[in-house]
C-alpha cells in the first residue's frame, strides 16, 4: 500500500540539480538503492553485453599478461643474471604443469567471474571466512594497483628512452607516470566502451612487434655462435657443475614470478565469453570450454615469449645495461628493437609498447572495479558510494598517485610488490582447488593439486623474504580494508538488509487472515519450541500489553545462520506448532530481520504490525557488541531504530512494544 507524497511535477519544471548536488549526482550515477529496498540479491542486474569469442577476450586479459614482456626480460635479467633462461624455463614448467591446471579448474567451479577468491569464501564461511576474503583482496588490491603504477613507470621508461623523445623529459619519471595514471582516471570517470575492440588491435600489434624483435635477435645468436659460447661460459664459470645450475636456477626462479601474472585477470573476465546456445546459468559448459582455451592458449604464447626473450635478452645485452640506469634497465626487448632494427623500428616498438602498458593499466582498474563492489558492500563493509564507479575511480588514483611517489616510478623496485600480490592469489587458487577436490573425495587430484600448492607456498614464501617490499605494502592494503570494512559496517548497522523477501502461503495465510484491525506480533526465542515456553511467552505478553483477542497473536521467530554476512534473501515460513501461529525465517541477525519482516506485512496487508518484545538481560554495551558480531544481543531498541531510519513517517512505522 504505497501514495504519493506530492504530485509529480509537470513536464518542463524539473530544476536541474546544481553546485555540489550536481557533482554528487554526477558521481553517484549508477549506485543501486539501499538494502531493503530492490529485489535480488545483487541490486540492478547488470546491463545486457554482447558476449565474445574466446580469442577476443584473451586479448582482453592480455593487456595484464602479455604486457608484462615490456619489463619482464630486463627485471629477469637483473635479477638472475646469466641464469635468466634457465630460471625463465622453470617458470615456464610452473606455469603450464601448476598455475593453468589450477586455473582450469578454477573457471569450471567459478565460471560467473567471481575467481578463486569466491571459492575460498565458500569453502571458509562465517567470520574467519569473511577475515580471509579481506586478506586476498588486500594482496589482489596490490596486485591490480602495482599493475597500474608499474605499468605506467615502465611506458614512461620508454618514453624518455627513446633517441627521439625532447631532452626536458629526462628526470621527470614521477610526473610522466602521475600523467598517465590520470589520463586512466579520466578514461573511467567519463566511461569506458570498447575496450574488447581496442585490446584485440594493441595484443595483435604488440605480440607481432615482439615477434620481429625476438626471430631478429635469436637469429643474431645463431649467426654468433661466439656470443653463446661466452654466455655458456659465464654460466658454468659462475655455477660450477650441470646440477649446480639447476639447482641454482630453482632457487632464483621465483625472482621471476613476474610472468605468472594475468591467470586471475584470465577467469575474471569469463563472462564476457561467449557461451553455446544449450549454456544455462548453472552449467555454462561453453563459457567454461572457452575460458580453458583461452587460459592455455595465452599460457602457451607467453611461455614461448617468455622463454624466446630471456635467452636474446641474457645473450646480446651487456650486464651493465639491465641496470639501474643503463639503457636496458626495464625495456630490454625495447634496447633490441632499436639496437638491432633501427631507431624507426624501434620507436613504433616503443609506442605500442607504451600503448599496451598503459591499457593494462586501465585493465586493472577494470579489475579492481569488478572486485571491489562484488564483495565489500555484499559484506557491509564498504560506504553504500563504494557501489559506484566514479568514487572508486578517485580512490584508486590517489591510492596509485602515492605509490607513485614512494616508488619514484621505479620499475624494478614495484617488481617484489608485485610478484608478491600475483603469487599470493595463485597460492590461494592452488589451495582453493585442493580444499574442493578433497571435499569431492578426489584423491588422486588433491594430492596433484597439494603438490602445486607447495611449489607456489615455496615461492610466494622465498619472493616475500628476498623482496619483503611486497609483503609490507600488501600488509598496508590488507589493513585499510579491514578498518574501512569494520568501521562501515558498525556505520550501516542500521540499514535494512534484505535484499528481497518472500512468505510462503502459509505466513501469507497467518498475516491476511487476522480478523482485528491490528496485527499483533510476539519476537520469540526459537531456541525454546515447547509449548510451556510459547505459553509464558503470550501470557507475559498480554499481561504487560492490552492485546485484545490473544487467538490472533502470531509469533516471529528468526534463526540466525551466519551472522558474518550482511545482505540475504528472506524466506519466511508459516508454521503451527504447539496450535500456535508462528513466522520463521533465517536470517543474518535478529533485529534487522525483524524490521524487514515487519515492513513487508504492512506493505502486504495495509495494516500497522505491533512487535512486542522482553527486555535484554545483561550489560547494554556486551549486547551491543553480540549485534554486531554475532546478530544477536540488543534486539528490541536495535529493532525500532532500524525502522526509525528506514521509515521516517511515524504514522507508517510499525509499533515496538517493550516489557
Not at 593494462?360 to 564483495?375: C, F, Q, T
Request: glycine content about 8%; overall charge positive; aromatic content about 8%.
Amino acid at each position: 500500500m504505497t501514495s504519493l507524497a506530492k504530485a509529480p511535477d509537470e513536464p518542463g519544471t524539473y530544476a536541474k540539480p546544481r553546485g555540489k548536488a550536481a557533482l554528487r549526482l554526477w558521481l553517484l550515477e549508477g549506485l543501486p538503492e539501499s538494502s531493503g529496498k530492490r529485489q535480488g540479491p545483487h541490486g540492478r542486474p547488470a546491463e545486457n553485453h554482447h558476449p565474445a569469442s574466446w580469442w577476443r577476450v584473451m586479448c582482453l586479459t592480455g593487456l595484464d599478461y602479455f604486457s608484462t614482456l615490456g619489463y619482464q626480460p630486463a627485471i629477469a635479467a637483473l635479477a638472475a643474471g646469466v641464469l635468466a633462461p634457465l630460471a625463465t624455463i622453470v617458470l615456464v614448467l610452473v606455469t603450464l604443469l601448476g598455475a593453468l591446471p589450477v586455473y582450469k579448474r578454477v573457471a569450471r567451479e567459478s565460471p560467473h567471474g567471481a575467481g578463486s577468491i569466491a571459492m575460498l569464501e565458500r569453502l571458509l564461511p562465517r567470520w574467519w571466512g569473511k577475515l580471509f576474503v579481506l586478506a586476498l583482496l588486500g594482496f589482489a588490491a596490490t596486485d591490480f594497483m602495482i599493475t597500474i603504477t608499474l605499468s605506467g613507470a615502465d611506458a614512461t621508461a620508454h618514453i624518455i628512452e627513446n633517441p627521439f623523445a625532447p631532452h626536458f623529459l629526462q628526470g621527470h619519471n614521477v610526473g610522466i607516470t602521475l600523467i598517465l595514471v590520470a589520463g586512466l582516471a579520466a578514461i573511467f570517470l567519463r566511461g569506458f566502451k570498447e575496450a574488447m575492440s581496442i585490446a584485440v588491435v594493441l595484443v595483435a600489434v604488440f605480440l607481432a612487434m615482439n615477434l620481429i624483435v625476438i626471430s631478429v635477435a635469436l637469429a643474431k645468436v645463431t649467426q654468433s655462435p661466439l656470443l653463446t659460447a661466452d654466455w655458456w661460459g659465464a654460466l658454468t664459470t659462475q655455477h660450477g657443475s650441470p646440477f649446480m645450475i639447476v639447482a641454482v636456477a630453482l632457487l632464483v626462479f621465483p625472482r621471476l614470478a613476474l610472468g605468472l601474472s594475468g591467470f586471475e585477470t584470465g577467469v575474471a573476465v569469463m563472462p564476457q565469453i561467449k557461451g553455446r546456445p544449450t549454456d544455462t546459468e548453472e552449467n555454462p559448459e561453453g563459457r567454461i570450454k572457452g575460458a580453458h582455451k583461452l587460459l592455455t592458449t595465452a599460457a602457451l604464447i607467453m611461455s614461448s615469449f617468455l622463454i624466446t626473450s630471456s635467452l636474446a635478452t641474457t645473450i646480446l645485452i651487456p650486464a651493465h645495461e639491465f641496470q639501474p640506469g643503463g639503457a636496458a634497465n626495464g625495456r630490454a626487448l625495447a634496447f633490441l628493437a632499436h639496437d638491432l632494427l633501427g631507431e624507426g623500428f624501434g620507436t613504433a616498438y616503443d609506442i605500442s609498447t607504451i600503448a599496451i602498458l598503459w591499457f593494462a593499466g586501465a585493465s586493472a582498474m577494470a579489475g579492481l572495479l569488478n572486485l571491489v563492489p562484488r564483495y565489500l558492500p555484499r559484506f557491509g563493509m564498504a560506504p553504500e558510494w563504494a557501489a559506484a564507479v566514479r568514487p572508486l575511480v578517485l580512490v584508486f588514483t590517489a591510492v596509485a598517485v602515492l605509490i607513485t611517489i614512494i616508488f619514484k616510478a621505479d620499475v624494478v623496485a614495484q617488481g617484489g610488490a608485485y610478484a608478491t600480490g600475483v603469487l599470493v592469489l595463485i597460492t590461494s587458487a592452488a589451495v582453493a582447488v585442493t580444499l574442493s577436490a578433497k571435499r569431492k573425495g578426489e584423491k588422486k587430484k588433491a594430492i596433484g593439486f597439494g603438490m602445486i600448492s607447495v611449489a607456489f607456498i615455496y615461492t610466494t614464501v622465498a619472493n616475500s623474504i628476498e623482496r619483503p617490499d611486497g609483503l609490507k605494502i600488501a600488509a598496508l592494503f590488507i589493513l585499510g580494508i579491514v578498518l574501512v570494512s569494520l568501521l562501515s559496517r558498525m556505520r550501516r548497522a542500521f540499514e535494512l538488509r534484505a535484499t528481497s523477501i518472500h512468505m510462503d502461503e502459509a505466513a501469507t495465510a497467518f498475516v491476511t487472515s487476522v480478523k482485528s484491525d491490528t496485527i499483533r506480533i510476539v519476537s520469540h526465542d526459537p531456541k525454546t519450541k515447547n509449548a510451556a515456553a510459547y505459553r509464558r511467552k503470550l501470557a507475559h505478553a498480554a499481561y504487560v500489553n492490552a492485546m485484545g483477542n490473544l487467538q490472533d497473536v502470531l509469533f516471529l521467530e528468526v534463526i540466525v545462520d551466519d551472522s558474518s554476512d550482511f545482505e540475504t534473501d528472506l524466506e519466511v515460513r508459516g508454521i503451527n506448532r504447539h496450535g500456535f501461529k508462528i513466522l520463521q525465517v533465517h536470517a543474518t541477525n535478529v533485529p534487522n530481520t525483524v524490521a524487514a519482516v515487519l515492513l513487508h506485512i504492512r506493505d502486504v496487508t495495509g495494516l500497522i504490525p505491533h512487535i512486542y518484545f522482553r527486555w535484554n538481560e545483561g550489560n547494554p554495551i556486551t549486547n551491543l557488541l553480540k549485534f554486531l558480531f554475532i546478530g544477536e544481543g540488543e534486539i528490541a531498541p536495535v529493532t525500532r531504530e532500524v525502522l526509525r531510519e528506514a521509515e521516517p513517517d511515524l504514522m507508517q512505522r510499525p509499533w515496538v512494544h517493550v516489557g
